[in-house]
Structures are given as C-alpha cells and as structure tokens.
Nanobody
Framework: QSQLVESGGGLVQPVGSLRLSCAAS????????IGWFGQAPGKEREGFSC?????????NYEDSVKGRFTVDWDHAKNTVHLQMNDLNPEDTGVYYC??????????????????WGQGTQVTASS
C-alpha cells in the first residue's frame, strides 16, 4: 500500500523549533515534488513550501515562512524533512505533506497531488 506518513508535530513555545518528517512507503518519493501545507484553525489549507524530486532538490517558500523554514531530502530514507524555526502562534495548525505534480513545484498550490499525508498538529503557545 502506497502512503505518506508524517511525524514530528507537537507543542512548542514561541520562537521554538520543530522538525517534521514526511516518509513514503510503497513508492519512490523522489519521483515526485513534495509540497508542505498548513491549515490554521478555521482557515483553508494553504501551501507554503515545495521541493522538487531531483537530486539537489530546488525549493521555494512563501514569504510567511522564508528564512524560518527549510525543506530538505533524506533520499536514503525515502523521506523529506521540514525544519521549522522561530515558530510563533500564527504558525499553529495542522501540517500536511503531499507528493505529486510530476516532480515539479510550479502548480503545487493549485493542483491536487497524487498523495496526501495524514497531517500532524503543530502548536506554538506559551
């Protein structure tokens, strides 16, 4: 069975850090682009970062997370990581990874992926 499994969410104090992981089973994750999405309470789910499937993995970030969040590959573990630093209460929500878009990031925010992770809760609060 092909699936994405996320891990690493939790409760952190403001300006703290968390590292999320998105692991694939049943398929090669690097055949896809990987998008990260956040859904704040009462709001729509939105994409904020994407990494291409190629070795080297080019990335893009929305302004809201640029300079604070970093996405990178662990090809040996068929996994992508999202390092989140300087978290603030506005970052609170459920975070999802997704895979698809034929390995490129141009349309990740507007088109359906091939796979979704189950989501993991991130809460930044004192």
């Amino acid at each position: 069975q092909s699936q994405l499994v996320e891990s690493g969410g939790g409760l952190v104090q403001p300006v703290g850090s968390l590292r999320l992981s998105c692991a694939a089973s049943g398929f090669r994750l690097d055949h896809h682009a990987i998008g990260w999405f956040g859904q704040a309470p009462g709001k729509e789910r939105e994409g904020f970062s994407c990494i291409t499937g190629s070795r080297g993995g080019s990335t893009n970030y929305e302004d809201s997370v640029k300079g604070r969040f970093t996405v990178d590959w662990d090809h040996a573990k068929n996994t992508v990581h999202l390092q989140m630093n300087d978290l603030n209460p506005e970052d609170t929500g459920v975070y999802y990874c997704a895979a698809g878009w034929d390995g490129v990031c141009a349309i990740y925010r507007t088109s359906a992926p091939d796979y979704w992770g189950q989501g993991t809760q991130v809460t930044a609060s004192s």
